[in-house]
């Protein structure tokens, strides 16, 4: 699918060499994380959720393709902000696909998630190419996150839900899409852009701040259980040393009471 989509597009409006590299390692990268996944959540089929997100997830495939091809010749706006405003549409739609099929998965919502930031990273490299690399920034905080979890590894605990969260990601849809098309003169595009980053910046750093608290309740619950682990050991033995104690205080009437009784004349 994602080589057929290509090939329409470099029919049409062209196609870079590169733009068709990263196109085609794109979908190969993808069909092995997406089987990977599969594999690991004892998946056989990917179901008709997953299916539309993989739909959604050629068409981010041939947006990747034409942003690299930018890069080189100028590439139709229309037919990249289609592809864009398409993919963007469907977002909806495999949610909903899932809860009326009855087919929710973790998979299937991370396969979601992964989709949204990489279309969020590939448009923000083209909208940092004509406004500033600044704006990669947009694109590159939830990746930031992922790599920040290696080293701290608190930072992968599970997050409650937010409304300000998805709020804010449909904001950074809406003004990369903008950036893209040129809608807006470049005066606002800069500041509606620079504020997308500024909310990024707000919501991670809450989410941040809740996952270090949580962080800290946890370790203070291990502390405390390791407090009481060797008190709990120096108890242990008091009773047993005691019992000793009393039962060699007095051996000879213990003794005696073994000693059978005399028979008299």
Do not use: H
């Not at 990977?36 to 997953?50: C, L, W």
């Not at 495999?94 to 448009?123: C, H, I, K, P, Y």
């Amino acid at each position: 699918m994602q080589l057929v989509l290509m090939a329409v597009l470099a029919a049409t409006t062209g196609m870079s060499a590169a733009g068709w590299l990263a196109g085609t390692a794109y979908a190969l990268v993808l069909c092995a994380l997406l089987r990977t996944g599969m594999r690991k959540a004892g998946m056989s089929a990917m179901g008709p959720a997953n299916a539309v997100t993989l739909g959604r997830a050629t068409l981010v495939g041939a947006v990747t393709a034409l942003v690299v091809t930018s890069f080189d010749r100028p590439v139709a706006l229309p037919v990249l902000v289609t592809l864009v405003g398409v993919a963007l549409a469907l977002d909806g739609v495999d949610g909903q696909v899932a809860r009326r099929t009855n087919s929710t998965t973790a998979l299937g919502a991370r396969f979601d998630m992964e989709v949204d930031s990489f279309l969020a990273l590939v448009l923000s490299v083209f909208v940092a190419s004509t406004f500033g690399w600044w704006a990669l920034a947009i694109g590159v905080f939830r990746y930031a996150f992922y790599a920040a979890t290696f080293v701290a590894p608190w930072l992968t605990a599970a997050l409650p839900p937010r409304f300000s969260r998805k709020v804010v990601a449909a904001v950074q849809g809406v003004v990369l899409v903008v950036a893209t098309a040129s809608l807006l003169p470049d005066a606002l595009i800069v500041l509606a852009a620079a504020g997308v980053l500024v909310s990024l910046v707000w919501t991670f750093g809450i989410d941040i701040a809740w996952l270090w608290r949580a962080e800290l309740g946890r370790r203070a619950t291990v502390a405390a259980a390791a407090r009481r682990v060797p008190a709990a050991r120096r108890a242990a033995p008091a009773a047993p040393a005691a019992a000793l104690a009393r039962t060699v205080a007095r051996p000879g009437r213990t003794r005696r009471a073994r000693r059978p009784a005399s028979v008299s004349a």
